[in-house]
Structures are given as C-alpha cells and as structure tokens.
C-alpha cells in the first residue's frame, strides 16, 4: 500500500482477527466508533481519520509526543520522522474544532482525557517544526518545561495598506503573533534566509509590519538551540505581551531539558 512502516500497525475488531507477524502489529480496537472514524480505502480496508488516529496515539505517547502531533495535523507541514529539520507542505489534516467534536463523541473510551488535555496545549496553523518547537518552549506549562505564556495565533493575516486612497492592501503572515499587544516572533530560518534579495525582502517586510504598528523581533536559530538566549527571548517575550515569567519549580531546569530534547533533537 506504500505505506513505509514495518511492522504496519493495523486496527482489527476481535482478538481471532489478530494475525501477528514481522510486517504487520495489530490493535484490537472493538468499541462501536463515531462517524469520521474512517475513509474507506478498498473493499475491507478502511484509513483512520486525522481525528481518529489522535485518539489512536493518546494511548501509548507521552502528553508532549502527542501535542507536538497535534500541532502538525492542525499545522500546514509534515515532518520526516528522520529528521526534525526537514519536512513538506501540505494542507492542515484537521482543525481544532474537529479534533474536540471528535473526542466528545468518544466519552469513556481510553486516551480521551489525555487527548482532550493536549488540545489545550495546541496552537493551530503551524507551519513548520521550528515554529511548533517555538511555540511550544514558550507556552507550554513549567511542568512540562516551558515557560508558560499565553498562546500566540500562527501565522497571523497583518493587512498592510499600500494604497489607501485606492483600497490596495496586501496581506502577511507572522510566524508567532499576539494581535492584541500587536507583538511578533518572525522565526529566521538558515535555510530560507540567505542572500542579498531575501535580506532586502525581510527588511521590507518587518518595516511594513512595525509602519502597521507591530513590534517585530527576529528569532535566530542560534537562540532557539542555546537555553540562557532562549530564556532571555522569553524574558523578552513576557515584556512585551504584558506578563512576568514565574519559574518557581525546583526542577524546570530538568523538565526544560527534557522538552527541548523532544522538539530540537536531530
């Protein structure tokens, strides 16, 4: 089916269906399933949904795993499971919204709790790993290592005016942005900024953000990576969006390295 997975893991509704082998690891899965469960692929073979299959990881990955998942199907990429650094395009899998519909119909059934609280830790639009990493470090709770501020909007619509006499506007997009302290985060990607026409571009674009009224800071990769200038980006963050950061757990130190583990790591 060209899927590039060994073994496959597959769903089967009763323990005599289950036949084991190196290719194939199968679930037992045998509750009655809401509608959007599944996509009919051929005759007896069904795909789980975007909002399914959630529900399907809850069970076995640990919570930040799984919001990082969530990030992604809401998100417009998909990561290489080889490299955290790479990935393509595509349009978001599922929304939110869906993903909440989905669990509420699914009351009782095992890793709903835990679904249904990765959502709170989910920022939809995410378009790329780095921006999820981002997010992430900054707004998940101490508990799980970050620094927890409020959630931005992802690749936020600033409508710039370039006429207005006319009504000509054009429209960018923000990586990390919290319209209403008109503040942003514009991750700078070593792999997408390079070169004399692109610096010129980002000049343009952040002065056409900060003539819109937005303060704009860039994000190195160099700060991402490095713990003291990611927490001094945090600092810097909490200034500008109106909050204090308050570390008080005895081992965030820990926890921090932990999550910064799980999204950086190669």
């Given at each position: ?5 060994s073994?496959?893991?597959i ?25 959007r469960?599944f996509?009919?692929?051929?005759e ?34 998909s ?20 993903l ?5 119909l ?74 209403e ?27 056409d ?23 001094d ?28 583990k ?5």
């Amino acid at each position: 089916m060209g899927i590039p997975a060994s073994p496959l893991e597959i769903l089967v509704a009763r323990p005599e269906d289950r036949r084991p082998s190196s290719a194939i690891k199968p679930h037992i899965w045998s509750e009655q399933k809401p509608r959007r469960s599944f996509v009919k692929v051929s005759e007896g073979i069904y795909l789980s949904t975007p909002e399914a299959c959630f529900l399907q990881l809850a069970r076995d990955l640990p919570l930040v795993s799984l919001v990082k998942t969530g990030f992604e199907l809401t998100g417009s990429y998909s990561s290489c499971a080889a490299d955290n650094s790479t990935f393509t395009k595509l349009e978001p899998r599922t929304t939110l919204r869906k993903l909440e519909h989905y669990l509420g119909l699914c009351k009782g059934e095992r890793g709903v709790s835990k679904a249904q609280k990765a959502l709170g830790f989910i920022a939809e639009n995410s378009a790329s790993p780095m921006e999820t990493a981002l997010t992430m470090l900054l707004t998940l709770p101490s508990s799980m290592g970050g620094f927890a501020l409020p959630s931005p909007q992802l690749n936020y619509p600033v409508r710039i005016i370039e006429n207005d006499y006319l009504g000509l506007f054009r429209e960018l997009r923000c990586d990390l942005c919290w319209p209403e302290f008109k503040f942003v985060l514009e991750y700078d990607s070593d792999s997408f900024h390079s070169g004399s026409d692109k610096i010129n571009s980002d000049s343009k674009r952040r002065a056409d953000l900060e003539r819109a009224g937005y303060r704009v800071i860039s994000v190195t990769k160099k700060q991402v990576f490095n713990m003291m200038l990611f927490e001094d980006l945090a600092n810097i963050t909490a200034r500008h969006i109106d909050k204090r950061l308050r570390i008080t757990r005895s081992d965030f130190r820990q926890r921090q390295w932990e999550l910064r583990k799980e999204l950086l790591s190669r």
